[in-house]
């Protein structure tokens, strides 16, 4: 076991294979502090003694295997669960998600700054959860001292349920939020074809760097809210927003054949917006420009967390509509060769040829140009 003191949040590593503890470890030790486990077992000591917040394990381990580590570790005190792992299969994503309450699934060889980057958002869920538990237990005892007031206490839970269900379904599918409301808990699905579309502003960072943070959200926050009408509009889910990026789908939690349509349709109505937007500003307010990609396959959807829900989802798919929004153009929307052949009697496309992709190769990849006709 090594372990960095420096920092005040624990992360636990456990893998078989030394080398990969070693370069975990050096990878992050200036960042928190790292507790490793060549085992299992060995993990579940480490647990028991210290206060993890965060766990990374590999899959494909002797004896015990990650989803069977996870199995075993328990819910209190509040943590996070990332597998890591060289094989990309689809069932053992289920499993880990169903089972071993995995919070992300990552396929081997990691990349550092994506890591980090999961790693700091499982925190910052992490202290988030641990935070509301205090304003839970608070609450309680307050609300012991005021039992002389039943029937307002009464009308006050009453509103208060109003509002948390209208919540839910703000941040829920309807469908999944009907099935948690029923069962406490929504299982994992696989989406046989799922269209995900990313978008993403240019030079966000060198933007930031001019308007005041306020502003900066203010901007973003207008965009957004956009967005998020024009993705009900067209029958889409919207997944999340990640910084200055926004990510949805069409094709889920209820399967639709149109969601390909459905999600170019989208991409054009938010490029024409954005090209609204940017008419309205002046050269020391400048406006954004975006990126938008597009990819049609099957993902696995389900919610994360048991106190902050998130409904998001996962797989292969995720990762190359991600690359066609990175390999793409300013103001420009580019698909797959996959989402190209559900939509080609639909818009007006320009292939582009075979365009290198990250970890992915040689792609297919289309610029929609607008509708036919």
Not at 231 to 253: N, R
Not at 271 to 300: A, C, L, S, W
Request: charged share 30%; glycine share 6%; hydrophobic share 40%.
């Amino acid at each position: 076991m090594e372990q960095n003191q420096k920092n005040e949040y624990n992360i636990l590593y456990v893998d078989d294979e030394s080398n990969n503890l070693t370069a975990f470890t050096a990878a992050f030790r200036r960042d928190y502090n790292i507790f490793t486990a060549i085992s299992g077992a060995e993990g579940m000591e480490i647990f028991t003694n210290n206060d993890i917040h965060v766990i990374v394990t590999d899959q494909r381990m002797p004896n015990m295997t990650g989803v069977q580590f996870l199995q075993r570790v328990p819910d209190e005190p509040d943590n996070i669960r990332i597998i890591l792992t060289g094989f990309s299969d689809i069932e053992s994503i289920v499993e880990a998600i169903n089972t071993g309450k995995v919070y992300r699934y990552i396929t081997k060889p990691w990349d550092k700054n994506e890591l980090k980057i999961t790693i700091d958002n499982a925190l910052e869920t992490v202290m988030l959860r641990r935070n509301n538990k205090l304003l839970i237990d608070e609450l309680k005892q307050n609300n012991e001292q005021l039992e002389e007031k039943v029937r307002i206490r009464t009308l006050e839970i009453e509103k208060e349920k109003a509002k948390s269900d209208e919540l839910l379904l703000n941040i829920l599918p309807n469908e999944i939020a009907d099935e948690l409301k029923l069962h406490g808990k929504s299982l994992a699905r696989k989406h046989e074809q799922v269209s995900v579309l990313f978008a993403d502003i240019k030079g966000f960072t060198s933007i930031a760097e001019i308007l005041s943070p306020e502003h900066l959200v203010a901007e973003l926050d207008r965009i957004f809210r956009v967005f998020d009408d024009l993705v009900e509009k067209h029958g889409l889910e919207k997944i999340k927003t990640i910084g200055d990026a926004y990510m949805c789908a069409g094709g889920l939690p209820i399967s639709d054949k149109e969601n390909a349509v459905k999600a170019v349709s989208a991409a054009l109505d938010m490029q024409n917006y954005m090209k609204e937007y940017k008419e309205t500003k002046t050269n020391g307010n400048p406006g954004f420009d975006i990126r938008i990609g597009i990819h049609t396959g099957p993902v696995v959807a389900g919610v994360v967390g048991n106190k902050k829900f998130s409904y998001d989802i996962w797989g292969d798919t995720v990762n190359t509509a991600a690359r066609m929004e990175a390999a793409g153009e300013p103001c420009k929307i580019n698909i797959s060769d996959v989402t190209y052949s559900l939509v080609k009697d639909f818009f007006n496309c320009i292939h582009r040829g075979k365009i290198e992709a990250k970890n992915k190769g040689e792609i297919n990849m289309y610029f929609v140009e607008n509708h036919n006709g």
